[in-house]
T-cell receptor, first 117, second 110 residues
Framework: GAVVSQHPSRVICKSGTSVKIECRSLDFQATTMFWYRQFPKKSLMLMATSNEGSKATYEQGVEKDKFLINHASLTLSTLTVTSAHPEDSSFYIC???WGGGEGQPQHFGDGTRLSIL | RKEVEQDPGPFNVPEGATVAFNCTYSNSASQSFFWYRQDCRKEPKLLMSVYSSGNEDGRFTAQLNRASQYISLLIRDSKLSDSATYLCVVPASNTGKLIFGQGTTLQVKP
């Protein structure tokens, strides 16, 4: 089955630090990847759609200058949380659609638990 | 109506019980649906895809009622390992995005 790898799985750092999270599709090419954030006991909230070779599409209310997304290849998308603050502490998860078409399920990375002190 | 709505539960059931969750959706044009399972502090994992009237995989059965715009997930002979949050997911039209319900929490007790 499709495998999506996310790294790192856990980050603890000081306020003001920038944190980079990688999402890789291991056995398929993903022209589109998705970045989500999930707070405790809440549903996944889509942050942005990462498009290979072009700019990401951000959801309403998500600061594009705060959450930088780069999708330079068909197997790698990165999310950088710039100048992170305690309120950015959350579970960040990426996903990719194997089939690529509309209506296809997405396969998720392991997630990154970010804690900002 | 919310785009995707689920009863958050929790559903507390004994081992061996049969339990069913419902999920309603607002977009009548939706053609495919998914149930994901999410364990505490873990990523969601695809449990079942539903493209027609329903799908069955072992102890799990998903049914789709297009007229009433709801999807159900039935779990038979519940196991302790079934304890998790079950997410109802509906693709957003023409975007490739998925819309997640808030999830239904199941706790299977010995």
């Amino acid at each position: 089955g499709a495998v999506v790898s996310q790294h790192p799985s856990r980050v603890i750092c000081k306020s003001g630090t920038s944190v980079k999270i990688e999402c890789r599709s291991l056995d398929f090419q993903a022209t589109t990847m998705f970045w989500y954030r999930q707070f405790p006991k809440k549903s996944l909230m889509l942050m942005a759609t990462s498009n290979e070779g072009s700019k990401a599409t951000y959801e309403q209310g998500v600061e594009k200058d705060k959450f930088l997304i780069n999708h330079a290849s068909l197997t790698l998308s990165t999310l950088t949380v710039t100048s992170a603050h305690p309120e950015d502490s959350s579970f960040y998860i990426c996903s990719a659609s194997w089939g690529g078409g509309e209506g296809q399920p997405q396969h998720f990375g392991d997630g990154t638990r970010l804690s900002i002190l | 109506r919310k785009e995707v709505e689920q009863d958050p539960g929790p559903f507390n059931v004994p081992e061996g019980a049969t339990v069913a969750f419902n999920c309603t959706y607002s977009n009548s044009a939706s053609q495919s649906f998914f149930w994901y399972r999410q364990d505490c502090r873990k990523e969601p994992k695809l449990l079942m895809s539903v493209y027609s009237s329903g799908n069955e995989d072992g102890r799990f059965t998903a049914q789709l009622n297009r007229a009433s715009q709801y999807i159900s997930l039935l779990i038979r002979d519940s196991k302790l390992s079934d304890s998790a949050t079950y997410l109802c997911v509906v693709p957003a039209s023409n975007t490739g995005k998925l819309i997640f319900g808030q999830g239904t929490t199941l706790q299977v007790k010995p």
